[in-house]
């Protein structure tokens, strides 16, 4: 009888359990749900603190960075060629000084139900701070990172359309 109630009881956790990870939000939804249509990327590099001389590699970098983003992007079957389709990935990498700010947004259309006009809007966002010590490494491991959150979540909210 223990053995019995054990095991129902496992079956009860263990089916929670996986529920749990296999639900999808609302917030999930409106975040990133897109029929899992491909992403363009767009980049934006700024030097903001022009008086801080960067070593000239950082536009090599940038570039690699940018290039790293299309190809995860392409390797999901994700990649828009043209900035034809209304889902646009922003990539923005930003430095003043020593420091640097490191974003990554997606756009897609979201309809003003009063007004019935759509807008392309941020829907989900990561970012963050820190130092570089002219060490860029740390920068395009961030942006990896992030790039593969972003191709992780879009895919498990548009799963059922890929």
Known sequence: MIKILATVLL???STSVIGEEDSI????????WANCQPVYPLFDYRQVNTTFILPE???IAVENMKIAVQNRLRSARLYQEQDTHPLKLYVSIQISGPAFMIGMQFHKPVQDVKFGT???TPTWEV???GTHD????GIA?????YTDRFIN???RVNADSC
């Not at 917030?27 to 990133?32: A, I, M, Q, V």
């Not at 002219?134 to 490494?137: A, Q, R, T, W």
């Open 11 to 13: 079956v009860l956790f």
């Open 25 to 32: 939000s609302n917030r999930d939804r409106f975040e990133l």
């Open 57 to 59: 590699n950082i536009e």
């Open 118 to 120: 759509y807008f392309l």
């Open 127 to 129: 970012r963050s701070f």
């Open 134 to 137: 002219y060490d860029f490494n």
């Open 141 to 145: 491991q961030r942006v990896s990172g």
């Open 153 to 155: 979540e879009y895919l």
